[in-house]
């Protein structure tokens, strides 16, 4: 005769090897999911030391080059006023050469067909 706990222990393994996946399912997914949440968040970045080297070098090089553009922008403003005051003073005396023969044909109607005639042939030069 069987001794009554070796009857439960037949029975459990019986329904053990029916039934297995209902028990170990929910152990594993709860193994899993306490895995998850005791994982490390933090993450170690490595990081080798040739990299290191080169971004001393690229920091150097960004810093030359910034002093390059500063340099090369101070002198492009300088050129540019230049240019520009050259343009106004040459617009002030065109400006002026206009004034003076607008009071020099004021008044005389023959010559101010004479002005118009010469700013036609003028414009059409150009």
Request: hydrophobic share 45%; aromatic share 8%; charged share 25%.
């Amino acid at each position: 005769m069987v001794a009554p706990a070796t009857s439960w222990m037949h029975a459990t393994w019986a329904w053990l090897k029916v039934n297995w996946k209902w028990l170990l399912f929910p152990v594993g997914a709860l193994l899993y999911f306490i895995g998850r949440a005791a994982a490390r968040k933090e993450y170690v970045v490595v990081v080798s030391p040739e990299l290191v080297a080169h971004q001393e070098v690229k920091g150097k090089l960004d810093a030359e080059a910034d002093a390059k553009r500063q340099e090369a922008d101070s002198k492009a403003s300088g050129q540019l006023a230049g240019i520009e005051a050259e343009r106004s003073a040459k617009a002030a005396s065109e400006t002026q050469k206009q004034m003076d023969a607008v009071d020099a044909v004021q008044g005389d109607p023959a010559a101010v067909s004479d002005f118009l005639k010469q700013v036609g042939q003028d414009v059409r030069r150009k």
